[in-house]
């Protein structure tokens, strides 16, 4: 059983940065892809960045690309969302999971996700 935390959601402004940290324990982190998903108000939840369990290889949905970057750190079971130019919405829960076929809709594990929030 793999236990999903994240943390570093907040308050910003328009423009501003923020990073998401997704501590992972209770497994073997190295074994699972990783994907960084998120809910907005309304909406429906989608996938926005994806990496590959050595990190190499990385995705991005358009509505982020640019402007948003996954890593992770195998030795530290650490997976990050650095967020840059923040947009009012980009105003969402923000959700990392892991899957072990994979990133897509059946994810193994998820967290229970941190609130980012446009305070434009």
């Known amino acids: 059983q793999v236990q999903l935390v994240e943390s570093g959601g907040g308050l910003v402004q328009a423009g501003g940065s923020l990073r998401l940290s997704c501590a992972a324990s209770?497994?073997?982190?190295?074994?699972?892809?990783m994907g960084w998903f998120r809910r907005a108000p309304g909406k429906e939840r989608e996938l926005v960045a994806a990496?590959?369990?050595?990190?190499?290889?990385?995705y991005y949905a358009n509505s982020v690309k640019g402007r948003f970057t996954t890593s992770r750190d195998n030795a530290k079971n650490t997976v990050y969302l650095q967020m840059n130019s923040l947009k009012p919405e980009d105003t969402a829960v923000y959700y990392c999971?892991?899957?072990?076929?994979?990133?897509?809709?059946?994810?193994?594990?998820w967290g229970k996700g941190t609130l980012v929030t446009d305070s434009t």
């Open positions: 999971a892991a899957g072990i076929r994979g990133v897509g809709a059946n994810m193994d594990y």
């Open positions: 209770g497994g073997t982190f190295s074994s699972y892809a």
């Open positions: 990496s590959s369990r050595s990190g190499d290889s990385t």
